[in-house]
């Protein structure tokens, strides 16, 4: 049974940080590329940050420089560190597996993050 479990999200304060992870299960985590993304109330969702099964990454304008994005294939998760958080980070975030040379992919349910004083 696959599985994407999204944790670390809550409430922070502009200026903070928060780390999300994503646990994955069912699958061979190492094979697949991992991204993060996020929907604000009212707005699409966005990529937010992109790893590759070889570690490259990329990450979208907004979040440049504050975001990091990494991966753990031992304990099969992917991580977002996110600092100088804020308000209009404020979104669902959600992780995504995905292997294109067998066209499949995965979603979680996502996790909350509110930036708000």
């Known amino acids: 049974q696959v599985q994407l479990v999204e944790s670390g999200g809550g409430l922070v304060q502009p200026g903070g940080s928060l780390r999300l992870s994503c646990a994955a299960s069912?699958?061979?985590?190492?094979?697949?590329?991992m991204s993060w993304y996020r929907q604000a109330p009212g707005k699409e969702r966005e990529l937010v940050a992109f790893i590759t099964t070889g570690g490259g990454t990329n990450y979208a304008d907004s979040v440049q420089g504050r975001f990091t994005i990494f991966r753990d294939n031992v304990k099969n998760t992917v991580y977002l560190q996110m600092n100088r958080l804020q308000p209009e980070d404020t979104a669902v975030y959600s992780c995504n597996a995905r292997n294109t040379y067998i066209s499949q992919s995965y979603w979680g349910k996502g996790t909350l993050v509110t930036v708000s004083s």
């Open positions: 069912g699958f061979t985590f190492s094979s697949y590329d």
